[in-house]
């Protein structure tokens, strides 16, 4: 169980790298986000809320809700810092190319492949998440052809992460985030 709450912290922070939405995108009023993690035992649920306040300050505020027995969830520490440190250089996935994909969705074609660093992406469709209208597609690793990676981009709401992101490794589903409440102000 310890391995399985380390790789969903490193799972977890490296999808809160690929912020999708500036914090200056969001409007005045509270803008709240929920995300279901499924991969690591019962699902997670993560709530992110973002409040546009007067005179362009913003509130934030990020929740995670994580479930297991006493001993599973008293090897976290303070943010699971000491597993994390120790987890470096285990298997993780490198998702820094999407980056490149956050900031150019506007320009994407459904239909289309797009050459990465690091691998290729297939825009599938277009669709909603939880009211969100998205790009839907598919990211493959050029270094792991085993492993596919659903990914959607929203296109008009501000949406802080992504509102999908699933790893499939050789069909199998092994981790997967998506947007299950968007509420607007």
């Given amino acids: 169980m310890r391995r399985t709450l380390v790789?969903?912290?490193?799972?977890?922070?490296?999808?809160?790298?690929?912020?999708?939405?500036?914090?200056?995108?969001?409007?005045?009023?509270?803008?709240?986000?929920?995300?279901?993690?499924?991969?690591f035992g019962p699902a997670q649920e993560l709530r992110l809320a973002v409040e546009g306040l007067p005179e362009g300050r913003f509130r934030v505020s990020?929740?995670?809700?994580?479930?297991?027995?006493?001993?599973?969830?008293?090897?976290l520490g303070f943010f699971g810092a000491p597993l994390l440190v120790q987890a470096m250089?285990?298997?993780?996935l490198d998702l820094s190319a999407l980056s490149v994909?956050?900031?150019?969705?506007e320009a994407l074609a459904v239909g289309e492949r797009y050459a990465l660093p690091g691998g290729e992406?297939?825009?599938?469709?277009?669709?909603?998440?939880?009211?969100?209208?998205?790009?839907?597609?598919?990211?493959?690793?050029?270094?792991?052809?085993?492993t596919l990676i659903d990914v959607a981009?929203?296109?008009?709401?501000?949406?802080?992460?992504?509102p999908l992101l699933r790893v499939?490794?050789?069909?199998?589903?092994?981790?997967?985030?998506?947007l299950v409440e968007y509420r607007r102000p």
């Fill in 89 to 92: 250089g285990s298997q993780t």
């Fill in 62 to 75: 990020l929740g995670l809700s994580l479930e297991g027995t006493a001993s599973e969830l008293s090897a």
């Fill in 153 to 162: 981009l929203s296109l008009g709401d501000p949406v802080y992460f992504l």
């Fill in 7 to 39: 790789f969903f912290l490193l799972a977890v922070l490296s999808v809160l790298s690929l912020a999708q939405a500036e914090i200056r995108d969001f409007p005045q009023g509270k803008t709240e986000m929920v995300w279901v993690l499924t991969g």
């Fill in 168 to 178: 499939r490794e050789r069909g199998r589903t092994t981790f997967e985030m998506v």
């Fill in 121 to 146: 992406f297939f825009v599938r469709e277009k669709g909603e998440i939880a009211g969100v209208l998205c790009l839907i597609g598919e990211f493959r690793p050029a270094d792991r052809p085993e």
């Fill in 101 to 105: 994909l956050v900031r150019r969705r």
